[in-house]
T-cell receptor, first 115, second 112 residues
Framework: GAVVSQHPSRVICKSGTSVKIECRSLDFQATTMFWYRQFPKQSLMLMATSNEGSKATYEQGVEKDKFLINHASLTLSTLTVTSAHPEDSSFYIC???????????FGSGTRLTVV | GENVEQHPSTLSVQEGDSAVIKCTYSDSASNYFPWYKQELGKRPQLIIDIRSNVGEKKDQRIAVTLNKTAKHFSLHITETQPEDSAVYFCAASNESGYALNFGKGTSLLVTP
């Protein structure tokens, strides 16, 4: 079945630094990648949608200059949290879909802790 | 945009009993309704889904029903087991390249 590999699974960074999270679709072409954030005991909140080769579309309230999304190829999308602050600590998870593979395939998630 | 409401937020049942979780959605264009089980710190795991051309779908102890007219869908788990304890999320989307919109989740506890 469809597999999305997400790295790193856990990261601890200092306040003010940047962190990059990668999601790779291993056996299909991810034409669309969705990035979610999940705070403890809460639901998955959509941050942005990116289509390969296009600029990401951000949800209301999500700072595009803080959460940089790149989807330069059909198998790789990255989320960079710039100038991270403790309030950015969360579980970030990607979900990929393609025009040939109905449904949504989730990455394994990244637990970000900013200290 | 799509708004998905999910109830209850917590549900406690005894082993062997049934559990029912209900969701409503707002966008009549939504046509794909998956249910996910999520354990702490892990990715959501798809347990069953239904598309709008079907009213009911069953997979062993799990079933989902959909009422498009009323815009609601439900998850039914029969003969619950302690390992069914987890957080369950419903979601809805207009599948064609649109994101899943999630309900707030239901924390299910199955006690032996």
């Amino acid at each position: 079945g469809a597999v999305v590999s997400q790295h790193p699974s856990r990261v601890i960074c200092k306040s003010g630094t940047s962190v990059k999270i990668e999601c790779r679709s291993l056996d299909f072409q991810a034409t669309t990648m969705f990035w979610y954030r999940q705070f403890p005991k809460q639901s998955l909140m959509l941050m942005a949608t990116s289509n390969e080769g296009s600029k990401a579309t951000y949800e209301q309230g999500v700072e595009k200059d803080k959460f940089l999304i790149n989807h330069a190829s059909l198998t790789l999308s990255t989320l960079t949290v710039t100038s991270a602050h403790p309030e950015d600590s969360s579980f970030y998870i990607c979900s990929a879909s393609s025009i040939t593979n109905y449904g949504y395939t989730f990455g394994s998630g990244t637990r970000l802790t900013v200290v | 945009g799509e708004n998905v409401e999910q109830h209850p937020s917590t549900l406690s049942v005894q082993e062997g009993d049934s559990a029912v979780i209900k969701c409503t959605y707002s966008d009549s264009a939504s046509n794909y309704f998956p249910w996910y089980k999520q354990e702490l710190g892990k990715r959501p795991q798809l347990i069953i889904d239904i598309r709008s051309n079907v009213g009911e779908k069953k997979d062993q102890r799990i079933a989902v029903t959909l009422n498009k007219t009323a815009k609601h869908f439900s998850l039914h788990i029969t003969e619950t087991q302690p390992e069914d304890s987890a957080v369950y999320f419903c979601a809805a989307s207009n599948e064609s390249g649109y994101a899943l919109n999630f309900g707030k989740g239901t924390s299910l506890l199955v006690t032996p």
